[in-house]
């Protein structure tokens, strides 16, 4: 189509509204914040870790939705009060469907995108759920009202399709054959652009005929992703509404597409662009959401005149079926969904930058519009009748007319038929629910779930692949069998018997009985396919269902494992707030659940030989003050033969779970005729690594005092399991390395200042090597990194070993001591790393580069050059004011020490003077001061106090680890609390003992110190 001659292109900008939607159940559960707010059309969000700057946005819209609702009895979700602030899907509607309405009607190109994180409510504003439709159907709706108001004046059809972008391919969701493998072909004409060759055009005359469509689609998409494992791997959807308007009397027709596009989670493009694997560049998966992000920027930038060289529509599949919309002969708008919670920040942020970019894009709509002609000759090839027609020369004649509307009637006639094949399906289903129990999908994506129906009728019925028996329900998905399980629908009670090999959790639990089933069970067979067990229509009731979602069943699964929400948050803020970061690798763990247990599957079905397990980093681990490291999930990946070990990060894994899939869909298309994979490209395998086992913290502080230090110190796993024991000592000593004397320990710390302060660390032997006893062929090094030094210090690598002596002596040398290293003694710990090693594997090696040494080989830590101008370095203002408050405190403290010591001194020597005076000088020591043996004396009782602080440390670590088990019954969790009673006894037994001891120490020292001196009786 051309545009009209006086409508030359004018520039439009994208349309960018944004929305934000109420709490979901985990954000309730969380106890989530709202950090976004809304003034008219600008939206404002807030950092929750940073309470000071919050980013402002303008948009062309900002709906919210996320407060000021109430639900009617029609189930419609609208404002508390009439005029309220609550934007519900009617005032949506009415500020972007009615433009998009009017602009298809006049004959342009009308395109509307949703974006968002997952359970943003994209799909809830595109499609709707229930009574809150969306703005598609709304829109048709209000389409065919328009059209009906208009039928006088113009002719007018209207063309339906949908179809799925998945992994680069695209399905046709309303094809009723079976599906093209590889997927349909996105062709380029000139005049067309790019279109999808061979997509089925539902012609419509009703709006309830395209929710029927719509239904149609989403059923094909919801057995599409179940066939494919690929929950985690979402798939874009467009819905094209084609429409042309033949204008009888002007004998000119109009034609405009209409883009409804509702795009997979855009978290999906930053979790696997975030990290380097090696394997990086071979997934497609998101290579539509990546490339539509890399163009809107390239458009964005052209926009604001920078010099744009190539705007890589051609890189993905989604880029081009948009390409008219961005940029092009299309008004586009885009809906950018939000969370209001705290714990989205990040990915609301995102969401928010990624709009703001596209608001920028500007398309050149045109009117598309060309004689009635054209149409004919389209039509003319498309039907025999009317190559008849033509033969009687009528071409231009009134009955030209009249003829399109006889093939569009037709071909109407042609879809109603196949309407109504589908609705008597419907009725059927309908009617079964009310005779039957049956079984729900319940799917990730909550537009996808309860729409497959599994009905459970009276007499035995196998599940699983096969359909090959009449009774069988016929079921796909990762993991299940031919014969998976057999229902048993007797006297109105139902019962499940797994069979032989093949999974089934009923309620999160592992079963391998037969199992009567009630009313709102929950399902999971094979790998990952669930289902929720809806009883006869008596069982019902009133309940709500909708409460045993996806999330519903991971958690119950994660219960059974052990992870709860509770427990692992418990460990965190106190009661009634949970710890975002917390919550965040909880729901990390859920949902990488069922993507383990696919990609085990898929390891099995592929003989790839490996396993793979989550894992919560650095649950039971510390820093080097000893708070909490940050947790994380990570996956532990085994090989079942050799037992060699990866860890992959969740970016890593996630990335390489789509390459399985891949693999996977790969193999069941071609078999085992395939040529095997080479290992590199196997995104089951990866080179060995050293793997980080454990840490355990030397506490730094004797030196503070220049006090020798030996220690057996626990190597804790991730998970808080004894990894090893490490025996250590730390010395100080001179710059030759000979070890101070009793004499030498200090009693303030501060005399550290500025002065040269020699120790060295050594790392005499492992003890107990977990990591060796599982396999003997493997090796272990210790890593550490001392103060400020930039790189970390490996001990040489020992194998095979349980108990293996390691002999590493380091010395380290303060040439002036700082401020900062002393209080770094005082408050820290030097944490200790235990590696991994495997055979195949490198060792790891200190680095030199950028070490200084003294002459005689000693490291020298805490080199002081760039500390003394921290404010102008550093860019934050508000920690360069901290830094400077705190730089006063020292400064205060330092003066307050001085005068003390002054203090000091006076009082010393007005005891020398008292001493002298009375004649009872007892000069023991050159010098004549008593304070080098008091001093040697309240030194000696420090170090007996520090060691005991050690034990001290150790039960209380100790304590802090105690948990009572997961499956704790009243009388485990009696046994529990009387253990936590005996180790605090124990605790405060040992704190009270260290703490008198001092006490009667001191006391003696100065009973002594009075009794020398003669001042005091
Ligand atoms: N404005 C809203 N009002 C009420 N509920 C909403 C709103 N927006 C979303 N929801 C609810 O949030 C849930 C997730 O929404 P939705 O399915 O639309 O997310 P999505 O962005 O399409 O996610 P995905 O990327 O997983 O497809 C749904 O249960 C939906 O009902
Ligand atoms: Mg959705």
């Known amino acids: 189509m051309r545009a009209k001659a006086a409508d030359m292109p004018g520039k439009d900008c994208v349309k960018v509204a944004v929305r934000v939607r109420p709490f979901n159940k985990r954000e309730r559960d969380a106890g989530s914040r709202c950090i976004i707010s809304m003034a008219s059309n600008i939206i404002t969000i807030q950092d929750p870790r940073n309470g000071q700057v919050p980013r402002s946005f303008c948009f062309d819209y900002a709906f919210w939705s996320h407060s000021g609702f109430t639900r009617d009895r029609s189930g419609l979700y609208v404002p508390e009060e009439p005029g309220g602030r609550y934007a519900d899907q009617g005032s949506v509607f009415q500020d972007l469907g009615e433009g998009i309405l009017e602009n298809a009607l006049q004959g342009y190109n009308a395109t509307l995108l949703a974006y968002g994180q997952t359970g943003s409510g994209k799909s809830y504003s595109m499609v709707g759920y229930g009574p809150n439709k969306g703005l598609v ?22 063309f339906f399709s949908m179809l799925e972008i998945y992994n680069e391919q695209v399905v046709d969701l309303l094809s009723r054959g079976s599906r093209t493998p590889g997927g349909l072909r996105v062709r380029e004409e000139l005049q067309r652009g790019f279109y999808v060759e061979g997509l089925r055009r539902v012609p419509c005359d009703g709006a309830p005929q395209v929710e029927q469509l719509m239904e149609q689609g989403t059923r094909t998409r919801t057995t599409a992703a179940t066939h494919m494992n690929a929950n985690s791997s979402r798939s874009h959807m467009l819905i094209i509404l084609q429409l042309k308007q033949i204008f009888c009397k002007e004998s000119i027709t109009k034609q405009s597409n209409i883009n409804l596009v509702d795009l997979a989670g855009s978290e999906r493009q930053r979790a696997s662009g975030s990290e380097a694997d090696r394997l990086k560049e071979g997934t497609a998966i998101n290579l539509s959401l990546t490339t539509l992000g890399n163009v809107i920027s390239a458009l964005a930038d052209v926009a604001v005149g920078k010099k744009v060289v190539h705007i890589p529509y051609r890189d993905s ?13 299309s008004r586009t708008v885009m809906i950018a969904a939000l969370s209001p919670a705290d714990i989205c920040y990040e990915e609301s942020m995102s969401t928010l930058r990624y709009a703001d970019r596209a608001k920028r894009i500007q398309n050149r709509p045109v009117v598309n519009e060309s004689p009635t002609e054209r149409l004919v000759k389209e039509l003319k090839a498309e039907n025999a009748r009317l190559i008849v027609w033509r033969k009687s020369g009528e071409a231009k004649s009134p009955s030209c007319l009249k003829a399109i509307q006889m093939l569009w009637e037709q071909h109407l006639q042609e879809a109603l038929k196949d309407w109504e094949q589908q609705y008597a399906t419907i009725t059927q289903e309908r009617r079964m629910m009310q005779m039957y129990p049956y079984l729900l999908n319940i799917n990730e994506d909550t537009q996808l779930s309860g729409v497959v129906k599994l009905f459970i009728q009276d007499g035995d019925w196998d599940i699983g692949l096969s359909d090959s028996s009449p009774r069988s329900i016929s079921i796909k998905g990762l993991g299940i069998q031919n014969r998976h399980a057999v229902f048993s629908n007797v006297q109105r009670r139902v019962s499940l018997t797994p069979l032989a090999g093949s999974k089934v959790i009923i309620n999160g639990t592992l079963v391998s009985q037969k199992t009567e089933l009630q009313h709102l069970d929950r ?18 009731g009133g309940d709500d269902w909708s409460r045993y979602d996806y999330d519903y069943f991971q958690s119950e699964l994660a219960a059974a494992e052990g992870i709860h929400l509770h427990t692992l948050c418990d460990s965190g803020a106190g009661p009634g707030k949970t710890d975002p970061s917390l919550l965040a690798v909880f729901y990390d763990y859920i949902k990488l659940m069922p993507m383990v247990a696919e990609a085990n599957q898929m390891s099995q079905e592929l003989q790839k030989g490996v396993e793979f397990k989550l894992e919560i980093k650095n649950l039971a681990l510390s820093d080097s003050k000893g708070h909490d490291l940050e947790k994380e999930i990570a996956v532990r990946v085994t090989s079942q033969e050799n037992k060699q070990v990866w860890l992959w990060s969740k970016a890593k894994f996630v990335n390489r779970k789509f390459l399985m899939e891949e693999l996977y869909q790969q193999h069941a298309g071609e078999g085992a005729g395939r040529a095997p ?43 808080g399991t004894e990894e090893a024991i490490l025996q250590v000592q730390l010395i100080p000593c001179n710059p030759t390395g000979l070890p101070l004397e009793e004499d030498d320990i200090l009693i303030d710390p501060s005399e550290l200042l500025g002065r040269r302060l020699d120790f060295q660390l050594v790392l005499d032997q492992c003890c107990g090597l977990r990591w060796i006893k599982q396999a003997r062929n493997r090796g272990i090094q210790i890593g550490f990194r001392m103060f400020n030094s930039a790189q970390p210090f490996y001990t040489p690598a020992v194998w095979h070993n349980v108990n293996p002596l390691l002999d590493q002596r380091v010395h380290f040398t303060s040439l002036h001591t700082s401020q900062g290293l002393l209080e770094h003694l005082q408050t820290s710990a030097l944490v200790l790393e235990l590696w991994g090693l495997q055979e195949g594997c490198r060792d790891m090696l200190s680095s030199l580069e950028g070490v200084k040494m003294t002459p005689e080989g000693c490291f020298i830590i805490d080199r002081t050059e760039t500390p003394d101008t921290p404010a102008t370095l550093d860019p934050v203002p508000e920690v360069s004011c901290s830094m400077r408050a705190l730089q006063l405190d020292v400064e205060e403290l330092r003066n307050t020490n001085a005068a003390l010591r002054t203090e000091n001194h ?6 020398n003077t008292a001493r002298t005076e009375c004649g009872r000088g007892r000069s023991e020591r050159r010098g004549s001061s008593v304070r080098p043996s008091c001093d040697a004396e309240f030194a000696r009782a420090l170090k007996v106090f520090y060691h005991s602080m050690t034990s001290v440390r150790g039960q209380l670590q100790r304590l802090r680890r105690h948990r009572p088990s997961e499956d704790s019954d009243l009388l485990g969790l009696r046994l529990f609390v009387d253990e936590q009673s005996g180790l605090l006894c124990d605790f405060s037994e040992l704190l009270e003992q260290s703490v008198s001891s001092l006490k009667q120490d001191v006391a003696a020292i100065v009973r002594r110190k009075r009794e020398r001196s003669g001042i005091w009786p």
């Open 523 to 540: 399902l999971i067979l094979g790998s990952n396919s669930t289902y929720l067990f809806i009883g006869y229509p008596s069982e019902r």
């Open 317 to 329: 599949v989604l880029t081009k079926l948009l390409q008219s919309a961005l940029g092009g002969n």
């Open 906 to 911: 006076t009082l010393k020597e007005q005891l």
């Open 137 to 158: 159907p709304t829109l048709c709706d209000r389409l065919f009202q328009a059209i009906r108001a208009n039928q006088d004046s113009r002719q007018c059809q209207v």
């Open 677 to 719: 994979m080479p290992r590199d490209r196997d995104p089951f395998w990866d080179p060995l690594e050293p793997l980080l086992l454990g840490k355990a913290h030397l506490w730094l502080q004797s030196l503070a005092f220049r006090i020798a230090l030996e220690e057996q110190l626990e190597v804790l796993g991730s998970e």
